[in-house]
Nanobody, 125 residues
Framework: EVQLVESGGGLVQAGGSLRLSCAAS????????IGWFRQAPGKEREGISC????????YYANSVKGRFTISSDNAKNTVYLQMNNLKPEDMAVYYCAATLGPLGSSWYLWGFDYWGQGTQVTVSS
């Protein structure tokens, strides 16, 4: 059974940091790309970052570039999203998702096959 389990969300003040984790199981981790998406109330889902676990390629949306860092620990089948200098507009439910990779810079246009349940990130101003 394929599973993606996010953790690490919570409440943080503006300017603070959080690290999200996405633990994957049930598929060959090295063959997949893992993306992070977020959705705020009343807004469309936004793809914010992606990593191709096979070649380490990383991609970021302009809204998070320079503040967020995606990484993977292939031995643990886990992808991380380090979020620094959080802003109130970062507040959303964050999801990780997986699809066969590697993906390129247009990764956010791909359909992702597997999704986690999401983790809430709340940023207070």
């Amino acid at each position: 059974e394929v599973q993606l389990v996010e953790s690490g969300g919570g409440l943080v003040q503006a300017g603070g940091s959080l690290r999200l984790s996405c633990a994957a199981s049930g598929f060959t981790f090295d063959d997949y790309a893992i993306g992070w998406f977020r959705q705020a109330p009343g807004k469309e889902r936004e793809g914010i970052s992606c990593i191709s676990t096979s070649d380490g390629g990383t991609y970021y949306a302009n809204s998070v570039k320079g503040r967020f860092t995606i990484s993977s620990d292939n031995a643990k089948n886990t992808v991380y999203l380090q979020m620094n200098n959080l802003k109130p507009e970062d507040m959303a439910v964050y999801y990780c998702a997986a699809t066969l990779g590697p993906l390129g810079s247009s990764w956010y246009l791909w359909g992702f096959d597997y999704w986690g349940q999401g983790t809430q990130v709340t940023v207070s101003s």
